[in-house]
């Protein structure tokens, strides 16, 4: 037994003198060199982790930057008082009463959110005005309404945001008065005259306000 101990210490040393020997190692446990293709799967892993951290993903991070829209392809903002569809509205809106340009422009940016919020509180903002559109609603002042030419150039002066009102809204406000405050005829078209927000009215809050007092039955 000391001969054999003696030997394997000579086989130990042996193999530790030698250029290259080696290493001690665990018994049982096998230490597995990488491969090229590991180092790249690793080197991969570590990208991706590091992806994931700065953009939510590699998938996610293609997806938004193929969404983003370049600086070309963007629509080009509306401009207010160009184009020969604007300058039609504006000699429509002339025509009805003695109105400059100036005063018809200053008339459709109330009318179609260029100007205040006030009235419209973003429900209307910067809305390309339309001929047709402004037609039907002029057509149902007379119509549902009953009122003269003169009548509807006081409206249009005094509440020009009727011009940006929907025709069936106006024809709905105006049954409204006529049913709940028993009025017809020329007290209808007077109190039209006198009260033309009421045509704009949305909501009757009954004195439980919700903050859109402009267009609420309760101001009436």
Not at 116 to 135: C, G, N
Not at 190 to 196: G, M
């Amino acid at each position: 037994r000391e001969r054999e101990g003696l030997s394997f210490s000579m086989r130990a040393s042996e193999i530790h003198r030698r250029p290259g020997g080696c290493r001690p190692m665990a018994l049982g446990v096998r230490v597995a060199t990488p491969s090229a293709g590991s180092s790249a799967a690793l080197r991969f892993g570590s990208n991706r982790r590091a992806q994931q951290q700065q953009g939510g993903g590699v998938g996610r991070g293609l997806a938004l930057r193929q969404a983003s829209p370049s600086s070309s392809s963007e629509a080009p903002a509306a401009v207010f008082g160009e184009g020969e569809a604007f300058e039609a509205c504006l000699d429509f809106v002339s025509t009805l009463g003695p109105f400059s340009s100036e005063e018809a422009a200053d008339m459709l940016k109330d009318a179609f959110g260029w100007s205040r919020q006030t009235y419209w509180r973003k429900r209307k903002s910067e809305e390309v005005p339309q001929l047709a559109a402004i037609e039907e609603r002029v057509e149902a002042l007379r119509g549902a309404g009953g009122l003269s030419d003169d009548q509807v150039a006081k409206v249009v002066a005094a509440f020009p945001e009727v011009l940006g009102c929907e025709a069936d809204l106006l024809r709905e406000n105006v049954a409204y008065v006529e049913k709940t405050f028993f009025v017809k005829g020329n007290t209808l078209t007077s109190l039209l005259v006198r009260k033309p927000e009421v045509l704009g009215n949305i909501v009757d809050c009954q004195g439980d306000c919700v903050g859109d007092c402009n267009r609420c039955w309760v101001r009436f």
